[in-house]
């Protein structure tokens, strides 16, 4: 099993950097990958193998077909899709399965790896709503799931030039059956998903009582430590609830306790606790990527969680902002 991040066109952010090091030192019996099209060698990470990816023909055509704005933060719309390409080649060249996390994304150090190659299917991964999937976890079994991830890529660009990354893994959902395994991101009940299709509460339980535990998709991290600063003009809400999510969030009884670094999400129903096994962390802030600092930071985010909603500041996205108000022709970063 291969865990690997993908990173193209900019700078590899310190974030990712100190997520590296903490999913090595956390995992040392796994390869941990990052597959990227910059010279990232120079900057010397222990224990991380770098996959050198050069532009192929079908990452040059998908961008032609795409039609997103490609001065918005490095070109993101399109790397965050073509990344889907650069994992098929990946696959095709180092063998075993994938764990491809996003780059936001923090593992526990109890995430279940055999769990995901028993019952994994072909491809799994979170769903977010009725037309958006997400692959802040997305497990490929083998090349010729990797390979079918990317045939589907290029077959809805084709269909339509503003796809994204999570329309495309919301129709792989939706179309592969018995390939596709859901991630069970929160309990499948009305009070914490009140509007989500019926079907979508009855897979979703299935996939609970296979794993017996979550994983967050793009909420529950984005909730507890706030949402991208970048996105808010550097005042980005703490414990805001999107209303894109099928999820009521603050329905979540979401705690800790001493046998592990990361929560866990309660079920009245169960009279029981379960491990959440990722988090997504919006924010992107360096301290939470880090072994040291997590686990306290983790205990106050929860202790608050049922905190009204407040907003955090962060000066230097505050100033960006301001810039980029004064220079409507500055590029996004």
Do not use: G, H, M
């Given at each position: 099993m291969n865990i690997v991040f993908a990173h193209f066109e900019a700078k590899i952010p310190k974030f990712l950097v100190e997520n590296i090091k903490r999913t090595i030192k956390t995992f040392p019996d796994k390869q941990v990958f990052l597959i990227t099209d910059l010279e990232s060698h120079k900057k010397k990470i222990p224990g991380l193998k770098i996959y050198s990816y050069q532009r192929s023909n079908e990452w040059n055509l998908l961008?032609?077909?795409l039609e997103h704005p490609k001065n918005f933060r490095n070109n993101f719309s399109l790397t965050s899709?073509?990344?889907f390409l650069a994992l098929s080649e990946f696959s095709s060249t180092v063998s075993g399965g994938i764990i491809h996390v996003e780059?936001?994304?923090i593992l526990s150090d109890d995430f279940p790896f055999a769990t995901l190659i028993q019952k994994g299917s072909k491809i799994a991964f979170p769903v977010v709503n009725d037309e958006l999937a997400i692959a802040s976890i997305l497990y490929l079994r083998d090349k010729n799931a990797a390979k079918m991830?990317?045939?589907y890529t290029l077959n809805l660009a084709k269909a339509n030039s503003l796809t994204t990354d999570m329309h495309i893994l919301r129709e792989i959902s939706k179309k592969e059956g018995k390939n596709f395994q859901?991630?069970?991101?929160?309990p499948s009940n009305r009070l914490v998903i009140p509007n989500a299709p019926s079907e979508f509460l009855s897979e979703n339980e299935k996939a609970f009582e296979i794993f017996r535990s979550y994983f967050d998709g793009g909420d529950l991290g984005r909730y507890l430590f706030g949402d991208d600063p970048r996105n808010w003009g550097g005042r980005p809400p703490v414990r805001h609830n999107p209303s894109i999510t099928f999820y009521n969030i603050r329905n979540l009884t979401i705690c800790?306790?001493?046998t592990r670094n990361f929560p866990f999400i309660a079920s009245r129903e169960k009279n029981e606790k379960f491990p959440i096994h990722a988090l997504h962390i919006h924010s992107k802030e360096p301290s939470l990527f880090t072994l040291k600092k997590l686990?306290?930071?983790i205990k106050k985010a929860v202790r608050n969680s049922?905190?009204?909603t407040t907003h955090r500041f962060f000066a230097l996205h505050f100033c960006q902002s301001r810039l980029r108000g004064l220079n409507p022709f500055a590029q996004n970063c």
């Open positions: 961008e032609n077909l899709t073509a990344r780059s936001d994304v991830l990317s045939e859901l991630l069970p991101t929160t800790t306790d001493r686990p306290n930071r049922q905190q009204p």
